[in-house]
């Protein structure tokens, strides 16, 4: 059987002296052996459970953790499910860290589209990533009505055209003008808009912001606190009234 100093045993699992001896301390891992002169001597089993202890502990496990796991009778069992449980948390933070990498990009590409910026400018942007997630589901939501809407619509025209049948293009004009209506209504009042001059988020009139200007993120409006008119940044806004 073999047997190793401290150094050794520190060597072969990649950790400091010091680490192996306050491993000791903590009675993680007692040495099998003391020499005459009070050296510690470990054996093979000694270095196996070592690099479980060093295994454990990169997975994230504190070290009284792993005290009490190598102490139950079947710390197999137990460790595994440990793991699992360790491994859904790295999962998470994974996703929390892809998550503010997103948001570091968003936030270097909207200040690559500003001339000059201020803290206000930093601000609106940072109010802009915020509510985008909002905003894009409002934006399916609205996609998941409007795309089988305008195929009817087509679909209807297209009968009145080669059929002559144009009853269907009544009942859908009917149905569908009010329901566009009601849905840019509602997408307009769910939504707000951060004036480029004076960084105020503010609610337009439903029916300048149903006819202005607009592209994807922006609409040309009337800023409701300085006057300023021109193309604001859509943002989320919450339940409007």
Known sequence: MSQYT?????????VTVRTVQFYDQKGILIPSA??????????????????????????GLSLDTIGQ????EDP???????LEQQEQQLQEEIRERREKQDRLAELKKGLKEVSS??????????????????LGTLRRNLLFVGIPLNVLGWAA???WII??????CVVLAVIGIPLGIWLAYRYIRKVAYICPQCHEVFRPAWKEALFAKHSRWTRKLTCTKCGHHGFCVETWGGDGA
């Open 6 to 14: 401290t150094g050794e045993l520190a060597k072969q699992c990649g």
């Open 34 to 59: 003391l020499t005459e002169g009070g050296r510690r001597l470990y054996s093979d089993e000694d270095l196996k459970r070592m690099k479980i202890i060093c295994f454990l502990r990169d997975t």
């Open 69 to 72: 796991l190598l102490k139950e």
């Open 76 to 82: 197999g069992s137990v460790i595994s499910v440990l």
């Open 117 to 134: 910026f201020s803290i206000e400018t930093i601000g609106d942007i940072a109010a802009v990533m915020e509510g985008k997630k909002n």
């Open 157 to 159: 025209l297209a009968l």
């Open 163 to 168: 059929k002559g049948i144009w009853q269907p």
